[in-house]
Structure formats: structure tokens, C-alpha cells
T-cell receptor, first 113, second 115 residues
Framework: ETGVTQSPTHLIKTRGQQVTLRCSSQ?????VSWYQQALGQGPQFIFQ???????GRGNFPPRFSGLQFPNYSSELNVNALELDDSALYLC????????????FGPGTRLTVL | AQTVTQSQPEMSVQEAETVTLSCTYD???????LFWYKQPPSRQMILVIR??????QNATENRFSVNFQKAAKSFSLKISDSQLGDTAMYFC????????????FGQGTELSVKP
């Protein structure tokens, strides 16, 4: 059984650019949640995708958007990058939208200069 | 809005000893889950233990156990027989039944296990 994978591992961008982060969910999982973890903080929920539809969103602006594909992999897109977007981005997959058992990937470290 | 508070930014324990990490939360809901996650330096968040609010019995997973006090909104983690591999950031998290998938995390406690 393959666990949750994320790519890339690290990424450096400049202010105003756009970025796409990718997540492959654990085999058989149809739900993906994305979190932003600033340095020294706990993760904050961005949104969840269930069967290719957004199924809940945290307090993030519309320039944070996502997609989920038929194979349940997912992308997180961030437009007009700001310095404060520098963080570790985590995705977590689960077997159902209740999310009572979420399996996390290793994260993508995004640095915005 | 729900909040989760971990008041101990850092803790240390000697190998083989017992340590307790504290967590309090605030919610007006009655049906929810509480979790402890471990994040080692490798960054991958790992579920340590889960408690469902309707269950009075405290959850236990091997060396890890919780003290769940629903009325006090307290959810502490006890690690027995601490091992060097337990060194990590520990996060307490809350999730409402009504907001499936939305974990609300505390600020974390950095635990160091010393040989």
C-alpha cells in the first residue's frame, strides 16, 4: 500500500508568482485535505476535496484554489504569492469525508522571496 | 469558533520515564473527535491516538494514553516508558462531526527525550 506523497519537496518562488503543489492520496482514499503550517505553528486547514468537489474551506482567500482528479490525486494552486505564504504545505488523505483518520504526506516547503 | 491551546511549548523527559502533555480546547459542540499527532523532524504528521467525545473511556495505544475530561475541556497525553524515537513536536487537534476533515490544531509541544 502506497502512502501519501507530495511534490515537490521544496520550492522557492518570488512575490506575485503562482505555484502548484501536488498530492497523491493513499490507495483507496477519496478525500484530500490541505493544510498550511507556518514555521513554529500548528497546521491550518485550507480546504478539503471529496470526490472531485470542494467540501469545506478554511479562512483562506480565493487565490488559494484546488483541484481533485478522478484518481483522487489533488493540486493546491496559489496565485499572487505573498511573503506570508512561506510555509510547509501538508496534504492528508482519508477514506471518507468525515476525516476521522487522516494520513499525512511529508509536505512541500514553499519559500516566497 | 473552536480553539485548541497547548500551554507547554517545550518539554523534556529522561528515557524510560513518563511525561504528560497538556491540551485544552473550547467548543460549544457536543459531538467531536480529539487527536494527538506527532511530527518528527522528517515533518510527516503521524496520528498517535484518537478519542471520540461520546466515549467516556480514555483511549489507549500501547505506551500512549489520554486523560479526557469533557466537562473541563481537557485532553492530555501521557507517554509511558519514553523512548528516544518519541522526540518530536506533538500537536493536539480537534474536529467537529459537523465539519468533517477540518482538523483544528494547537500550537504544539516540542518533546525531547534524553538518554
Amino acid at each position: 500500500e502506497t502512502g501519501v506523497t507530495q511534490s515537490p519537496t521544496h520550492l522557492i518562488k518570488t512575490r506575485g508568482q503562482q505555484v502548484t503543489l501536488r498530492c497523491s492520496s493513499q490507495s483507496g482514499h477519496n478525500t484530500v485535505s490541505w493544510y498550511q503550517q507556518a514555521l513554529g505553528q500548528g497546521p491550518q486547514f485550507i480546504f478539503q476535496y471529496y470526490r472531485e468537489e470542494e467540501n469545506g474551506r478554511g479562512n483562506f482567500p480565493p487565490r488559494f484554489s484546488g483541484l481533485q482528479f478522478p484518481n483522487y490525486s489533488s493540486e493546491l494552486n496559489v496565485n499572487a504569492l505573498e511573503l506570508d505564504d512561506s510555509a510547509l504545505y501538508l496534504c492528508a488523505s482519508s477514506l471518507e469525508s468525515s476525516g476521522r483518520e487522516q494520513f499525512f504526506g511529508p509536505g512541500t516547503r514553499l519559500t516566497v522571496l | 469558533a473552536q480553539t485548541v491551546t497547548q500551554s507547554q511549548p517545550e518539554m523534556s523527559v529522561q528515557e524510560a520515564e513518563t511525561v504528560t502533555l497538556s491540551c485544552t480546547y473550547d467548543t460549544s459542540e457536543n459531538n467531536y473527535y480529539l487527536f494527538w499527532y506527532k511530527q518528527p523532524p522528517s515533518r510527516q504528521m503521524i496520528l498517535v491516538i484518537r478519542q471520540e467525545a461520546y466515549k467516556q473511556q480514555n483511549a489507549t495505544e500501547n505506551r500512549f494514553s489520554v486523560n479526557f475530561q469533557k466537562a473541563a475541556k481537557s485532553f492530555s497525553l501521557k507517554i509511558s516508558d519514553s523512548q528516544l524515537g518519541d522526540t518530536a513536536m506533538y500537536f493536539c487537534a480537534f474536529m467537529s462531526y459537523n465539519q468533517g476533515g477540518k482538523l483544528i490544531f494547537g500550537q504544539g509541544t516540542e518533546l525531547s527525550v534524553k538518554p
